[in-house]
C-alpha cells in the first residue's frame, strides 16, 4: 500500500515530469480529434481521440500511480465509468452489490441492465456474511462501494475480497468517497478500482469524469477495448483539470478530513441531531474497521435531525456557507436532502429499508475555516425548530 508519505510526493508529480520538448511542467491539453498519418497504418501511436489521447493519458497513468495499479482507463463520468465495467459481463450473469450505492448507480444495474439480462442482489454488505448467502453460481461479480452513499456503511474489502476470489468473482470497489489518499482497494484485494473523479480527485467542482484501475494486464486490454468501442470517454480539457486537482489532492484530503472530525463530534451532540454516522468516530458501528482499512474519515457526514421534513427543510435552506447542492468532493461544503435529491431514483420502498429517511441530511464538508462551518451548521439548525 502506498503511505501517506509516498502519496503527499505521489500526488504533486503523478503521471507527468516535464513535457519534453518545451520542458512546461504542466501537460499540454492536446485539442484534437485525429492525428497525422504519413501513409496508411504508419502513425505516431495516435490515431483518433477517442482511441488514444495524451492528456488523457497523463491523467490515467496518474491515478493509476495513486492507486497503486498499472492501468488506469478514464470515462466521461463516474457513471459512464460503472456502465462500462457492466459491459465486462454478459446475459444471465449475476452481479452481488452494496444495497446502499450512490442512487445512480443503483439505476443502471436495475432500470438498464436488468433489461439486458443481468441480475443483481442488493445486499447489506456491512456482514461479509450476506455476500455469502447472496452468490449464486452465475455470479460474476462483486460491486462494493465503502464507505457507502449516503449511509457511511463500510465493507471489509480485504475479507470480501478473498471470499470472492475463492468463487472466482471479480471485486469491483468504487473508491469515490475516500480517494486514493485514504483507501487504496487495490492492495486489499480487489481487481478493479473506480472514481466518480467529478468528486475528491478533481476537487474543485468544475468537471464531470470517471475513471478505473486495474493491474490485472488482462482486464486492463478489455477495459481499453470497450472504452474505445463504447466511447464515453472524456474530454482534453477535463482531464487536464482532474489532473491539475490531483496535485492538491494530499492536502484538500488532510483539511476535508480535519474539518469533519471536528464538525462530527459537534454535531454529534447537538440536541438536535438524531444520529450521526461518521466512520472515524467511536459512535459508527464498523469504526474499528474504518481505522484498520482507511487512513482518515474523509469528508462525508450524514445524520438525521430531529422533528420531521419540514424540519430539515428549513435547515437546508437556512445555511449559507454550506451550498444547498447535489455532489460532494469539492473544495466548497454541499449539504444535501438524499431522498429527494441523490437517490430520489432509488424506489420509496427500498429508501426506507436502507435507512435514507425524509430527516437524511449529507454533509460534503469543505476547506473552509471549521469555525465558519461550525457557525453555519449551528444558526441553520437554530432556524429549522
Ligand atoms: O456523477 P458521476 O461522475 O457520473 O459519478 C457517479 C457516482 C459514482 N459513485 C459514487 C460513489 C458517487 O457518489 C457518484 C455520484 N454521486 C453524486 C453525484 C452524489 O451527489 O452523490
Known sequence: MND????????????????????????????????????????????????????????????????GGTDGIAFASGCAATSTLIQLLKSGDHVVSFDDVYGGTRRIFEQIYTSLGIDFTFADLSNSDNFDAACTEKTRMLWIETPTNPMLKLADIRELSKRAKERGILVVVDNTFLSPYL???????????????????????DSVGGIVVTSNPELADRLRFLQNAIGAVPG????????????????????????????ASYLEAHPKVDT????????????????EQTRGGGGMITMTLKGDLENARRFLCAVSIFALAESLGGVESLIEHPAIMTHASVPAKERAQLGISDTLVRLSVGVESVTDLRNDLDQALAAAY
Open 236 to 263: 482534453p480539457m477535463d482531464c487536464y483539470l482532474v489532473h491539475r486537482g490531483l496535485k492538491t489532492l494530499a492536502l484538500r484530503m488532510q483539511r476535508h478530513t480535519e474539518n469533519a472530525m471536528q464538525l
Open 276 to 291: 450521526l454516522w461518521y466512520p472515524w468516530l467511536e459512535s459508527h458501528p464498523q469504526m474499528a474497521l474504518a481505522r
Open 183 to 205: 483507501q487504496n482497494p487495490l492492495s486489499l484485494g480487489a481487481d478493479i478500482v473506480l472514481h466518480s473523479t467529478t468528486k475528491y480527485l478533481n476537487g474543485h467542482s
Open 4 to 67: 501517506r508519505t509516498q502519496l503527499d510526493t505521489l500526488a504533486v508529480h503523478a503521471g507527468f515530469k516535464a513535457d519534453p520538448i518545451t520542458g512546461a511542467v504542466n501537460p499540454p491539453v492536446y485539442f484534437t480529434s485525429t492525428y497525422i498519418q504519413e501513409e496508411p497504418g504508419k502513425h505516431t501511436g495516435y490515431e483518433y481521440a477517442r482511441t488514444q489521447h495524451p492528456t488523457r493519458e497523463v491523467l490515467e497513468k496518474a491515478v493509476a500511480e495513486l492507486e
